[in-house]
């Protein structure tokens, strides 16, 4: 338990006070940024033919260029010790992801004492299903880390094994959403979780989990199986 707290500390400070990152992470937060803004505003653009075929040829060649140019495996800022292979996923997460273009990206701050998680997020119109929309899988897809994070406060790390999610209303595009979680119940390797979106105070969206613990080991090989893959 004190390893737990300890950890939830840690993550709590870096969630409020991120610390500075190597100038590779920047630079990798600023282009991420960039191709958000290319991907929020592409569908709707009265550009030129020959503008985007321009552009598309330009990132091509930069795309080609980053693919080919050796990984990063920086891991500085690191904050999941308990959870290895996670010690970057602030980064490269795929819904908090600063450096991940394919990110909202959503924020989230762990409150010990609460014991829940607190998050913002705003969808692009690269998000957009409906009209004015944000697709349904989007926001389930924030709720699941929402309710990931908070089963830390069960001590174990774990996987989601099944969402049930519940739309009340549609999910504007273009606007400061809230996220909540939080932690249910633990029975044994089942841990329970359930949170919610809300627009301007009012829920739009609500979600209840079973996550299985798995334990850092699993975490482990799936990490060193990745890093055998880039060999």
Known sequence: MDELNDFLRLLKKHTANPPETTQIWRAKRRL????????????DSEASEADILALAALIGDKADFLQSAQREQATEGAVSPLVPGME????????????????PPASFEIDVDARRVFGEVE?????EGAPGCVHGGFVAAVLDEALGMACIFGGVPAMTAELTTQYLRHTPVETPLKIEAKLDGVE???????????CEGV????????FIAVGTEKFEALANAQLVESD
Request: glycine fraction near 10%; hydrophobic fraction near 35%; proline fraction near 4%.
């Open 203 to 210: 829920a739009v969206v609500r979600s209840t989990a079973l």
């Open 32 to 43: 991420a940024s960039e191709l958000r803004r290319v991907s929020n505003t592409l569908c």
């Open 88 to 103: 970057t996923f602030l980064d490269r997460g795929p819904i908090a992801g600063r450096s991940n273009p394919v990110s």
């Open 123 to 127: 969808f692009g119109k690269a998000f």
């Open 188 to 198: 044994g390797k089942k841990v329970r979780t359930s949170g919610r979106v809300s």
